[in-house]
């Protein structure tokens, strides 16, 4: 029989959880993020971590909680978005944060996941993503104080091709519309970006999902070999969604 996986609390989905742990965190602006796993690793005061995630979140919600407690050290992301406080921490030497093409990191989370170490893309040839000096770290005055190395290019069937590197993290913190005692995971719409390519860059991935239920094999969107922690969420807590912009006529 396959191990039941659901744990009863958040505490429990974040246990061997500590300062200076990785993660990856699914979601796409506000649609899909882990609320409740994001909110009980704040409660758990752990600090010094690394996030890769699409974006950070918005200023004062999702990973913005962690970002506004200063208890990221550093940041994988596609862009800084809407989020002034990231931007702040950023440009004022406070974090590092390595921008990535959003095809790019999308690849890195799948391509760790699946044990390819690195892999070649034309994205960012000719750019500083592959000639490197993109800062990872500015200085307080505002200068650069620490870059980004240059990345290896290639040549395959004339065109050129930079490499990058797959991605893993400690953990993974994920969010499915549905999902069963053993991991296997359905996602809504769009919260199906970022959270299955996260689930398996996560050597410990902890997902939460609204309903717990059977699913039929030709439904999942991510089997449960990815996943090691399932918390099932309150009604509340699943009906808990934010919106990142709203828009009157």
């Known amino acids: 029989m396959r191990r039941d996986k659901v744990v009863a609390t958040a505490a429990d989905a974040l246990a061997g959880v500590g300062d200076g742990a990785s993660f990856a965190v699914g979601g796409f602006g506000l ?24 974006n950070c979140g918005v200023d004062g919600g999702g990973l913005g909680l962690l970002l506004a407690a ?8 596609s862009y800084i978005g809407e989020n002034k406080e990231f931007a ?12 990535t093409p959003q095809g790019s990191l999308a690849e890195r989370l799948r391509a760790g996941g699946s044990g390819i ?17 993109l800062p990872l770290r500015h200085a307080p005055d505002g200068s650069v104080a620490v870059a980004s190395p240059p990345k290896e290019v290639r040549e395959f069937d004339g065109g050129q091709y930079v490499l990058e590197r797959g991605i893993t993290t400690d953990f993974a ?36 999902i609204e309903e717990l239920t059977e699913l039929d ?4 969107h991510l089997p449960g070999v990815f996943v ?14 934010a919106i990142e912009k709203r828009t009157t006529s």
Request: without cysteine; proline residues 6%; aromatic residues 6%.
């Open 31 to 54: 649609s899909g993020i882990p609320n409740v796993l994001i909110r009980a690793l704040y409660d758990s005061g752990v600090t010094g971590v690394s996030v890769v995630s699409n």
């Open 70 to 77: 200063r208890r990221i050290a550093r940041v994988t992301a």
């Open 88 to 99: 702040r921490q950023y440009l004022a030497g406070d974090i590092e944060v390595e921008l």
């Open 117 to 133: 170490p690195a892999f070649y893309t034309p994205a960012g040839v000719g750019t500083p993503i592959a000639d490197g000096g």
């Open 173 to 208: 913190l994920v969010r499915a519309a549905k999902g069963d005692r053993h991991g296997n995971l359905v996602f809504s719409k769009a919260a199906r970006n970022f959270n299955p390519l996260a689930a398996m860059a996560g050597r410990v991935t902890i997902a939460e």
């Open 217 to 220: 094999p030709d439904e999942v």
């Open 228 to 241: 090691q922690r399932v918390l099932v969420l309150t009604p509340e807590q699943a009906a808990d969604k």
